[in-house]
């Protein structure tokens, strides 16, 4: 590199400095985190408020709604602005950006708008052609580069499009089956896809960040981890339940505990960008043994739910929105008290949402609306502190 180009990289054109060009559109992680992050901070903020009947007017038509807003509203933005994001590094080849990342962008949106109208076929068309889109547009730089290795997240995409569709379908009393079932299955392939996304990237973030760190992974321990969660998925699919379903979920609770324990979690204290993704993490196992006990009729179906939701989910998707949105804007990969801010705000809510209930089930609504106020309080950090992030270009010239 020549000492002209150094100086480039120090100091960028007056221009840029001074008038940085717009880059909402320029890769898919820039609309899909500022709206999902927005969005997540707008509709737990209402939903709290409806729950706990401090609002006239329902924002959304009972729990179910919620869950499927949070899940293929917020869950499925992330996980598209992700995927678009490393795609386009694991294949060398364009993801969509410009006029189609806009269109995708309105059409998740119109989803949102469109679920709390009368117009249930509307929202189901709009809802379900979104992640069968993504999916597409995913599909046709993995095909032509030939990275069979993640194929696979194309068909999850389309799996959690039939889901959605299934969801639709049964409230709109087309199918008769149980309205939860596609929410379920939905939280199983986003749990699945975290799994494997978690097993590639937090041990080598680990031992990339923090100095004499041995993370590692046992192959035997991966199938092990991996393949519980697709056995779960397929005892939810079956409609699965009882003692011989809460062993299963008793493995799936071992193995994955055991997995972040070969990351040597414990040694990432002093890095917030790699400890936020083990505490995450951790509940992942977490979900597993409590929705065992649930089983078994020890505890309610809600609490082993929030822990994957608000713990698991609300966590990682935290810990990578702000690593993504670092590396490929051009920032330090280095947390800053914002960051952590964020960071500890979410897994906060998922403390008071999963512990306070089972200690102290009266104080339920009020648990729900402090960690409701922890949640949106950290996703609102987030979407104000990185929109100027997002909607600029990087100020160094590299393209995303």
Same mark, same amino acid.
């Given at each position: 590199?020549?000492?002209?180009?150094l100086?480039?990289?120090d100091?960028p054109?007056?221009?840029?400095?001074?008038?940085?060009a717009?880059?909402l559109w320029?890769l898919?992680f820039?609309?899909?985190?500022?709206?999902?992050?927005?969005?997540? #901070?707008?509709?737990i =903020? +209402?939903?709290?408020?409806? !729950? *706990?009947?401090?609002? %006239? $007017?329902?924002?959304?038509?009972?729990? /179910?709604?919620?869950?499927?807003?949070?899940?293929?509203?917020f869950?499925?933005a992330?996980?598209?602005?992700?995927?678009?994001?490393?795609?386009?590094?694991?294949?060398?080849?364009?993801?969509?950006?410009?006029?189609?990342?806009?269109?995708?962008a309105?059409?998740?949106?119109?989803?949102r708008?469109?679920?709390?109208?009368?117009?249930?076929?509307?929202?189901?068309i709009?809802g379900t052609?979104?992640?069968? #889109?993504?999916?597409? =547009? +995913?599909?046709i730089?993995? !095909? *032509?580069?030939?990275? %069979? $290795?993640?194929y696979?997240?194309?068909? /999850?995409l389309?799996?959690?499009?039939?889901?959605?569709?299934?969801?639709?379908l049964?409230?709109?009393?087309?199918l008769?089956?149980?309205?939860?079932?596609?929410?379920q299955?939905?939280?199983?392939v986003?749990?699945?896809?975290?799994?494997?996304?978690?097993?590639?990237?937090?041990?080598?973030?680990?031992?990339?960040?923090?100095?004499?760190?041995?993370?590692?992974?046992?192959a035997r321990?991966?199938?092990? #981890?991996?393949?519980?969660? +697709?056995?779960?998925?397929?005892?939810?699919?079956?409609?699965?339940?009882?003692?011989?379903?809460?062993a /299963?979920?008793?493995?799936?609770?071992?193995?994955?505990?055991?997995?972040?324990?070969?990351?040597?979690?414990?040694r990432?204290a002093?890095?917030?960008?790699?400890?936020?993704?083990?505490a995450?993490?951790a509940?992942?196992?977490?979900?597993?043994?409590?929705?065992?006990?649930?089983?078994?009729?020890?505890?309610?179906?809600?609490?082993?739910?929030?822990?994957?939701?608000?713990?698991?989910?609300?966590?990682?998707?935290?810990?990578?929105?702000?690593?993504?949105?670092?590396?490929?804007?051009g920032?330090p990969?280095?947390?800053?008290?914002?960051?952590?801010?964020?960071?500890v705000?979410?897994?906060?809510?998922?403390?008071?949402?999963?512990?306070?209930?089972?200690?102290?089930?009266q104080?339920?609504?009020?648990?729900?609306?402090?960690?409701?106020?922890?949640?949106?309080?950290?996703?609102?950090?987030?979407?104000?502190?990185?929109?100027?992030?997002?909607?600029?270009?990087r100020?160094?010239?590299?393209p995303?």
């Amino acid at each position: 590199m020549t000492p002209q180009t150094l100086r480039g990289l120090d100091q960028p054109p007056r221009a840029a400095a001074h008038r940085p060009a717009f880059g909402l559109w320029r890769l898919g992680f820039r609309p899909f985190y500022l709206l999902a992050s927005a969005f997540a #901070a707008i509709s737990i =903020a +209402l939903w709290a408020l409806q !729950f *706990a009947g401090l609002i %006239r $007017r329902p924002y959304l038509a009972g729990p /179910l709604w919620h869950a499927h807003e949070m899940l293929f509203g917020f869950g499925l933005a992330v996980l598209v602005g992700f995927l678009f994001t490393a795609g386009r590094n694991w294949t060398g080849r364009p993801t969509p950006t410009g006029g189609t990342l806009m269109a995708l962008a309105a059409l998740w949106l119109a989803g949102r708008i469109l679920v709390l109208t009368p117009f249930g076929w509307a929202a189901a068309i709009a809802g379900t052609a979104f992640p069968f #889109a993504a999916a597409v =547009a +995913l599909a046709i730089p993995f !095909f *032509a580069a030939g990275v %069979r $290795r993640n194929y696979f997240f194309v068909g /999850l995409l389309v799996l959690l499009g039939v889901a959605d569709f299934v969801f639709h379908l049964v409230r709109l009393q087309v199918l008769e089956l149980p309205a939860r079932l596609g929410i379920q299955v939905g939280l199983d392939v986003l749990l699945f896809i975290m799994a494997v996304m978690g097993g590639r990237v937090i041990p080598m973030f680990t031992n990339n960040g923090i100095p004499g760190v041995r993370a590692r992974r046992d192959a035997r321990l991966e199938r092990l #981890a991996l393949g519980s969660v +697709l056995a779960v998925l397929l005892a939810d699919l079956l409609q699965q339940s009882g003692a011989v379903f809460a062993a /299963l979920l008793g493995v799936a609770a071992v193995a994955h505990l055991l997995r972040l324990a070969l990351w040597q979690p414990w040694r990432t204290a002093r890095v917030p960008l790699v400890w936020i993704l083990h505490a995450a993490y951790a509940w992942i196992g977490v979900h597993f043994a409590l929705r065992a006990l649930s089983e078994l009729g020890w505890l309610g179906s809600s609490v082993p739910a929030h822990a994957l939701t608000v713990g698991a989910i609300g966590g990682l998707t935290i810990g990578m929105m702000t690593r993504t949105a670092r590396g490929h804007t051009g920032q330090p990969l280095r947390a800053d008290r914002y960051d952590i801010a964020s960071y500890v705000l979410v897994l906060a809510a998922a403390l008071v949402r999963v512990v306070v209930p089972v200690l102290t089930p009266q104080l339920h609504v009020d648990a729900v609306l402090v960690s409701a106020a922890f949640w949106s309080a950290g996703y609102a950090i987030y979407a104000m502190r990185y929109w100027p992030l997002l909607t600029r270009a990087r100020l160094d010239g590299q393209p995303g």
